[in-house]
Nanobody, 121 residues
Framework: QVQLVESGGGSVQAGGSLRLSCAASGFTVSRYCMGWFRQAPGKEREGVATIDSRGITTYVKGRFMASKDNAKNTLYLQMNSLNPEDTAMYYC??????????????????WGQGTQVTVSS
């Protein structure tokens, strides 16, 4: 059974940093595209960072950095210089990547429950 569990969210002041984690089970992250997405109240979900099965970042918002640890089967998101516009629920997602050149930008089919990030000014 595929499961994604996010952690590391919380409240932080503007300019601060947070590191989110996503523990995966039921599959091996080394064969999957992994992504971070966020959704703020009243806004559409948007991509924050995506990383392919080889560990190469295929998309990332400027102040963020995604990484993964295959040995721990865990995805990370380092967020720096946070501002109130970064306030949102952050979700981890996964999809199987059949070939190294397959796109990691859309059509994720496994999702975590999310972790809330709140940035105060």
């Amino acid at each position: 059974q595929v499961q994604l569990v996010e952690s590391g969210g919380g409240s932080v002041q503007a300019g601060g940093s947070l590191r989110l984690s996503c523990a995966a089970s039921g599959f091996t992250v080394s064969r999957y595209c992994m992504g971070w997405f966020r959704q703020a109240p009243g806004k559409e979900r948007e991509g924050v960072a995506t990383i392919d099965s080889r560990g190469i970042t295929t998309y990332v918002k400027g102040r963020f950095m995604a990484s993964k640890d295959n040995a721990k089967n865990t995805l990370y998101l380092q967020m720096n210089s946070l501002n109130p516009e970064d306030t949102a629920m952050y979700y981890c997602a996964a999809k199987f990547q059949p070939f190294w050149y397959s796109s990691c930008e859309e059509d994720y089919n496994y999702w975590g429950q999310g972790t809330q990030v709140t940035v105060s000014s």
